[in-house]
Nanobody, 122 residues
Framework: QVLLVESGGGLVQAGGSLRLSCAAS????????MHWFRQAPGSEREWVAS???????NYADSVKGRFTISRDNAKNTVYLQMNSLKPEDTGAYYC????????????????WGQGTQVTVSS
């Protein structure tokens, strides 16, 4: 069993900052990529940022230069530092992790958290 729990969401004014955390726990052997997605009301879920096991990062153009993804492999935790927030950043933020739960597993499966709400007021 694997559990991903996000925290750190909340209400912030435009221009403000928030730091999201996502901790993975359970029967985890290896975590490869860790990711953040978000979903605004009435919209599809969109990718925000990814970080590899070697800490290579990628960002959606809409957040590049404002958001920073990082991870602590010892804690199986991924973070998303969000600065200069805009109202269009409002939505539910979900973390995802590509991981193996067995040393015999060949493939990495993606597991999702339940989400944390971020609301940016203008």
């Amino acid at each position: 069993q694997v559990l991903l729990v996000e925290s750190g969401g909340g209400l912030v004014q435009a221009g403000g900052s928030l730091r999201l955390s996502c901790a993975a726990s359970g029967s985890i052997v290896t975590i490869r990529g860790m990711h953040w997605f978000r979903q605004a009301p009435g919209s599809e879920r969109e990718w925000v940022a990814s970080i590899s096991s070697g800490s290579s990062t990628n960002y959606a153009d809409s957040v590049k230069g404002r958001f920073t993804i990082s991870r602590d492999n010892a804690k199986n935790t991924v973070y998303l530092q969000m600065n200069s927030l805009k109202p269009e950043d409002t939505g539910a933020y979900y973390c995802a992790a590509d991981l193996r739960t067995s040393v015999y597993a060949v493939t990495f499966n993606r597991h999702w958290g339940q989400g944390t709400q971020v609301t940016v007021s203008s």
